[in-house]
């Protein structure tokens, strides 16, 4: 009991590093700012992030069933480990560029394999709200990274001089020591299942269950989920730049007050899953997103676009869990690949922003709600699939 005990803590300890991509909503404000960028070109830089979810996610299936999840969570910290040091050398184009790769690479390969960990020391119970626990726990990390920026590009730091950039170092210092309380922690994970078929063959097998209805409709539903997340993540300060007539670090307080929510949702969240059925709760979250839609479409002033932000971090909070979980569920037996589809529905973070990047240089910041609200509609389309 006492490992299992330690072993839980390891992992929840993964999910608070898994927040570090958050960082890229309000990092990429600030380089815009500080490069002189336009929107659509900004926003290459949440795009990017994710754009690797795509590349990335079936295959790190396969490797889990090669060298364990847990070793893949490892490698998965290492490599976000170096995408947190690059930024400290400087803050040129091809910089940011490399770290954001990185940082999405890690990130993909971390949600890939962490997920399915899990399931190897929660002990029982309910899949969507410890998963949602976990979305509670990555939350924490990604609500304080635009107090550390604004922090940073606030506060006199003559001995590091990284200005906003001191939020890299931070979550480098805080990465470094979840990979080695993660590697000195033995976790028992279960025997995957041995395959012939070459690694070509284990990507098709893998796609193939894109052709399970549940399969590929909770695919499109964390791609949306995440769409917004990224979404709001971006716009918000921009709306209240736009519309308020607020700077960055008065703007940045938005991302926060977005996570907030999102925090306070995943832990009540965690709680609601328990006790109500899920579609019910998927309803209600459903219906707090679109009503945060509409305040952020139409709102002007300041506690109606607040209001619009928490709803939608609120109501976002637990979709991700509730749709990974129905799919795990689903195909129990094949949960490596399936997790690697899953995650790779957040390469929605780099298709939204780009037509939300795209639509406000068109429209302003309402031209980026409109995109969200698509994702929102089709939300609604998935509560059928929700068996309980």
């Not at 490992?3 to 909503?25: E, H, P, Q, R």
């Not at 589809?341 to 031209?367: E, N």
Request: hydrophobic content about 55%; aromatic content about 12%.
């Amino acid at each position: 009991m006492k490992t299992n005990k330690i072993a839980i803590l390891s992992v929840m300890f993964c999910f608070f590093c898994m927040g570090f991509v958050d960082l890229v909503g309000i990092a990429s404000n600030y380089v815009r700012e500080d490069l002189g960028l336009t929107d659509s070109v900004a926003n290459i830089f949440p795009s990017l992030v994710f754009f690797w979810f795509l590349i990335f996610s079936v295959p790190t299936g396969v490797l889990m069933n090669k060298i364990g999840r847990k070793k893949t969570v490892l490698l998965s910290l290492l490599v976000t480990i170096l995408a947190l040091l690059l930024p400290l050398f400087g803050e040129t184009f091809g910089i940011m560029l490399c770290a954001f790769s990185l940082l999405g690479i890690g990130n993909a390969l971390m949600q890939t394999s962490l997920n399915p960990l899990v399931t190897c020391v929660m002990g029982g119970g309910n899949l969507a709200s410890t998963l949602t626990f976990g979305q509670f726990i990555k939350a924490i990390a990604s609500f304080i990274a635009p107090y550390l920026a604004m922090w940073g590009a606030t506060a006199v730091l003559p001995s590091f001089g990284y200005d906003w950039r001191i939020l890299f170092a931070i979550f480098l210092v805080v990465g470094i020591l979840a990979a080695a309380v993660l590697a000195s922690v033995q976790i028992e994970e279960p025997k995957a299942e041995t395959s012939r078929a070459g690694v070509g063959q284990q990507f098709v097998g893998a796609f193939k269950l894109l052709g399970t209805p549940i399969v590929l409709l909770s695919f499109l539903g964390i791609m949306c989920h995440v769409g917004i997340d990224v979404g709001t993540n971006t716009t918000a300060p921009k709306i209240l730049m736009e519309r308020l007539g607020m700077n960055l670090n008065e703007a940045a307080f938005a991302t926060s007050l977005y996570f907030i929510f999102r925090t306070i949702g995943c832990f009540t969240g965690s709680f609601f899953l328990r006790i109500l059925r899920t579609r019910t709760f998927f309803i209600l979250s459903t219906l707090f997103m679109a009503l945060s839609m509409v305040c952020m479409f139409v709102g002007k002033e300041q506690w109606m676009l607040y209001a619009g932000i928490a709803l939608v971090g609120y109501g976002n909070s637990n979709i991700f869990s509730i749709c990974f979980a129905n799919a795990l569920q689903a195909m129990p037996s094949r949960q490596n690949e399936v997790s690697g589809l899953m995650i790779m529905g957040l390469f929605g973070g780099t298709v939204f922003p780009l037509a939300m990047g795209l639509a406000s240089d068109a429209m302003g910041q309402a031209g980026a709600v409109l995109c969200m609200a698509v994702g929102v509609v089709y939300l609604f389309t998935y509560i059928p699939r929700l068996k309980a």
